[in-house]
């Protein structure tokens, strides 16, 4: 049976579709599972998961643990009241990414990110010192212990801006700079009080919560190591 050019038509359709259809495979790897180094090393573990709808948008969820680390808080001790690196909680974070195309025969990629956070921080109920305007016979400023429970709530936006070195198909390096505006719902409850310079016994206090508001722009930079798949 002789071959006709409905045939042909036929085969070079198929033959195009194909070809088509092939060069419509991404040549992007869909997914990315990244760990924050910086975080990790300073008080939260942390964990990031990329979803790429396209070779230049992406959406990142990241949940962090944070814990005490215990040199940093003595350090902390040292050089200013704050409690920062002694809180415990949990962080959460959404970021849609948007790259830069890339320069051809580079192992760099740049993007840029904005982004929501949520942050719950507490303290385990524990004595605080605070030093009053009440002095003893000897004219000397009373320091009192406080025992409290302490938390704080967070969440904000913020913009990111990073550069990934890929170093192979799958590994990679992530540096990340920041800035954000975010809001804090402070709660304290007092609920024991000792003169730590007296013998007095420890008293119960009747002050309630105590709440605050408040508003602070926020920095971050770090380092993320990534695997995609």
Same mark, same amino acid.
């Given at each position: 049976?002789?071959?006709?050019?409905?045939?042909?038509?036929?085969?070079?359709?198929?033959?195009?579709?194909?070809?088509?259809?092939?060069?419509?495979?991404?040549?992007?790897?869909?997914?990315?599972?990244?760990?924050?180094?910086?975080?990790?090393?300073?008080?939260?573990?942390?964990?990031?998961?990329?979803?790429?709808?396209?070779?230049?948008?992406?959406?990142?969820?990241?949940?962090?643990?944070?814990?005490?680390?215990?040199?940093?808080?003595?350090?902390?001790?040292?050089?200013?009241?704050?409690?920062?690196?002694? *809180?415990?909680?949990?962080?959460?974070?959404?970021?849609?990414?948007?790259?830069?195309?890339?320069?051809?025969?580079?192992?760099?990629?740049?993007?840029?990110?904005?982004?929501?956070?949520?942050?719950?921080?507490?303290?385990?109920?524990?004595?605080? *010192?605070?030093?009053?305007?009440?002095?003893?016979?000897?004219?000397?400023?009373?320091? *009192?212990?406080?025992?409290?429970?302490?938390?704080?709530?967070?969440?904000?936006? *913020?913009?990111?801006?990073?550069?990934?070195?890929?170093?192979?198909?799958?590994?990679?390096?992530?540096?990340?700079?920041?800035?954000?505006?975010?809001?804090?719902?402070?709660?304290?409850?007092?609920?024991?009080?000792?003169?730590?310079?007296?013998?007095?016994?420890?008293?119960?206090?009747?002050?309630?919560?105590?709440?605050?508001?408040?508003?602070?722009?926020?920095?971050?930079?770090?380092?993320?190591?990534?695997?995609?798949?």
């Amino acid at each position: 049976m002789p071959l006709t050019p409905r045939f042909f038509l036929l085969f070079g359709t198929l033959l195009l579709a194909s070809f088509s259809r092939a060069q419509e495979v991404p040549v992007y790897k869909k997914n990315a599972i990244s760990i924050d180094l910086t975080q990790c090393g300073t008080n939260e573990l942390n964990l990031s998961y990329e979803h790429f709808f396209s070779v230049r948008r992406s959406l990142e969820f990241t949940a962090g643990l944070v814990y005490v680390n215990q040199p940093f808080a003595e350090f902390g001790r040292s050089w200013t009241n704050s409690h920062y690196f002694e *809180e415990h909680g949990f962080s959460a974070r959404a970021t849609y990414k948007l790259y830069k195309q890339q320069v051809e025969d580079s192992k760099w990629r740049d993007y840029i990110a904005p982004g929501i956070i949520y942050k719950y921080l507490y303290f385990n109920n524990q004595w605080f *010192e605070n030093e009053t305007e009440k002095v003893d016979s000897n004219n000397v400023k009373i320091t *009192e212990a406080i025992y409290q429970h302490r938390f704080r709530h967070k969440f904000g936006i *913020e913009i990111t801006w990073g550069k990934i070195y890929e170093m192979s198909k799958a590994l990679s390096f992530e540096l990340y700079y920041g800035v954000g505006l975010r809001g804090t719902v402070a709660a304290r409850t007092d609920i024991y009080k000792q003169d730590v310079s007296g013998v007095s016994p420890a008293y119960p206090t009747n002050y309630g919560t105590d709440n605050s508001f408040y508003v602070r722009p926020t920095l971050k930079g770090g380092v993320k190591f990534r695997f995609s798949f």
